[in-house]
T-cell receptor, first 116, second 110 residues
Framework: EADIYQTPRYLVIGTGKKITLECSQT?????MYWYQQDPGMELHLIHY???????EKGDLSSESTVSRIRTEHFPLTLESARPSHTSQYLC???????????????FGPGTRLTVL | KQEVTQIPAALSVPEGENLVLNCSFT??????LQWFRQDPGKGLTSLLL?????REQTSGRLNASLDKSSGRSTLYIAASQPGDSATYLC?????????FGKGTSLLVTP
């Protein structure tokens, strides 16, 4: 079982608030990711990191920012939340398993964010 | 850009039936294909991963196949159980991240 954690699991917050979604993994994976998933829609990559001090934007434009100061920690921040940010945010990490040619991704339980 | 399509969008079957979920993709230049399970309000659980060089993978009652030349993958679930009810997602790795389909919502009725 993957050891990747996200807090909070659910968050309801008012417009304009600053929020940080936490993601931590204990597997020592270098690569970490943030995906956004609207109800009934695909997951879309919004940020990823190849290691400490490495962050890149994903395919879907997002007003959020991320940081990677420690290998195990990849928090996502929204400086001023808006109703359009209401969505589920899923964190993942990946590693190449023995005998495999490419990475396997492991996902956290997600944070369901509602901005009123 | 990789387009991933999953058919059907929803499926309801009685317990005990064998079933097939389909996934098609437009770009065959992939590293691997993963099938995930997503339960309501929860994250994703990896079910099977097929490397680009492989044709199929099996785990218990699940069997996934990959045909890159036709841009298709199938997930076969044998002897379905109510506990199999969930959304099943197909995802392809073409580099740094995964491209997902919208999923198939499966309901197995007792």
């Amino acid at each position: 079982e993957a050891d990747i954690y996200q807090t909070p699991r659910y968050l309801v917050i008012g417009t304009g608030k600053k929020i940080t979604l936490e993601c931590s993994q204990t597997m020592g994976h270098d690569k970490m990711y943030w995906y956004q998933q609207d109800p009934g829609m695909e997951l879309h990559l919004i940020h990823y990191s190849y290691g400490v001090n490495s962050t890149e934007k994903g395919d879907l434009s997002s007003e959020s920012t991320v940081s990677r100061i420690r290998t195990e920690h990849f928090p996502l921040t929204l400086e001023s939340a808006r109703p359009s940010h209401t969505s589920q945010y899923l964190c993942a990490s990946s590693a190449k398993l023995a005998g495999e040619g490419s990475d396997t991704q492991y996902f956290g339980p997600g944070t369901r964010l509602t901005v009123l | 850009k990789q387009e991933v399509t999953q058919i059907p969008a929803a499926l309801s079957v009685p317990e005990g039936e064998n079933l097939v979920l389909n996934c098609s993709f437009t770009d065959s230049a992939i590293y691997n294909l993963q099938w995930f399970r997503q339960d309501p309000g929860k994250g994703l659980t990896s079910l099977l991963l097929i490397q680009s060089s492989q044709r199929e993978q099996t785990s218990g009652r699940l069997n996934a196949s990959l045909d890159k030349s036709s841009g298709r993958s199938t997930l076969y679930i044998a002897a379905s159980q109510p506990g199999d009810s969930a959304t099943y997602l197909c995802a392809l790795s073409s580099g740094y991240a995964l491209n997902f389909g919208k999923g198939t919502s499966l309901l197995v009725t007792p």
